[in-house]
């Protein structure tokens, strides 16, 4: 069965860096495209960035554009979220998900991890 | 960005309602829209999209409607385990935005 495990999540003070992790099996990794989803009792739920099945596009929402970095592994089923420059508003359960649908679309999320806590705190 | 706004914020029901959850679009997306389950300490769950394709596994009591800017969620006989949060999702243009939800508790 299909199943996305993240790790990585914690506390991290105000400017630093925390690294993401989701592990996926049950399922050919290599021919999905993949997200990050983030979510918070005040700003419910984000989106935040996709990267494509074979790793050939990437984007972001802007509010982390140029501070988070997703990324993919295709031989190893893994998908990562490098955060840096962490803001205490990115303080959040981030998600990840597996996007279902035409590739070059925005598309639904059919399986979703169990989610890791980031709290950014001095 | 695609605004979506669901209405209302917080409905309570009984164990074989008949319930409507509203999502109005800022702009119109066709019928690009998506609803979402959750529970609470869980991930959403996928329960209908691309106007009214089950998710496999969900009973046929979930129903979806409309496009253009108005879409409805109809749960024709509420079941105890239906208490949830529920959340639209548009799926007409990136960025990929959400409704703020609405949480469905027992009468």
């Known amino acids: 069965q299909v199943q996305l495990v993240e790790s990585g999540g914690g506390v991290v003070q105000p400017g630093r860096s925390l690294r993401l992790s989701c592990a996926a099996s049950?399922?050919?990794?290599?021919?999905?495209?993949m997200h990050w989803v983030r979510q918070t009792p005040g700003k419910g739920l984000e989106w935040v960035a996709l990267i494509w099945y074979d790793g050939s596009n990437k984007y972001y929402v802007d509010s982390v554009k140029g501070r988070f970095t997703i990324s993919r592994d295709n031989s190893k089923n893994t998908l990562d979220l490098q955060m840096n420059s962490l803001r205490a508003e990115d303080t959040a359960v981030y998600y990840c998900a597996r996007g279902r649908g035409d590739s070059q679309r925005p598309q639904v999320y059919d399986y979703w991890g169990q989610g890791t806590l980031v709290t950014v705190s001095s | 960005d695609i605004q979506l706004t669901q209405s209302p914020s917080f409905l309570s029901a009984s164990v074989g309602d008949r319930v409507t959850i509203t999502c109005r679009a800022s702009q119109g997306i066709s019928s690009h829209l998506a609803w979402y389950q959750q529970k609470p300490g869980k991930a959403p769950k996928l329960l209908i999209y691309s106007a009214s394709t089950l998710q496999t596994g969900v009973p046929s009591r979930f129903s979806d409607s409309g496009s253009g800017t108005e879409f409805t969620l109809t749960i024709s006989s509420l079941q105890p385990e239906d208490f949830a949060t529920y959340y639209c999702q548009q799926l007409n243009s990136h960025p990929i935005t959400f409704g703020q939800g609405t949480r469905l508790e027992i009468k």
């Open positions: 049950g399922f050919t990794f290599s021919h999905y495209n």
